[in-house]
């Protein structure tokens, strides 16, 4: 099992930015992705950007593209999420996840980002 803990949310105003961090404990040996997830209220969780763990090739939601970038050091098994440019639609609990069995079966608690307009 891997133990996630997230940091780094908070409270910006719209064209500002924030970097989630993300620390991962426990059997890391298996992980193939690491994931950033975020959920706005009445809204379902989605996607936000992912890295491979050995590779670290990256993915992106549309909405983010441009503005976020995802990286990881393994030496400390932390993922981070540098978010840019933040507009108030960001606003959302931001989780991170890992991957270990080709699905996302490892969640953190969530870190709260809100951008004021």
């Known amino acids: 099992q891997v133990q996630l803990v997230e940091s780094g949310g908070g409270l910006v105003q719209a064209g500002g930015s924030l970097r989630l961090s993300c620390a991962a404990s426990g059997d890391t040996s298996t992980m193939n992705r690491m994931g950033w997830f975020r959920q706005a209220p009445g809204k379902e969780r989605e996607f936000v950007a992912a890295i491979t763990w050995t590779g670290g090739i990256t993915s992106y939601a549309d909405s983010v593209k441009g503005r976020f970038t995802i990286s990881r050091d393994n030496a400390k098994n932390t993922v981070y999420l540098q978010m840019n440019s933040l507009k108030p639609e960001d606003t959302a609990v931001y989780y991170c996840?890992?991957?270990?069995?080709?699905?996302?079966?490892?969640w953190g608690q969530g870190t709260q980002v809100t951008v004021s307009s």
């Open positions: 996840a890992a991957d270990l069995s080709f699905v996302y079966d490892s």
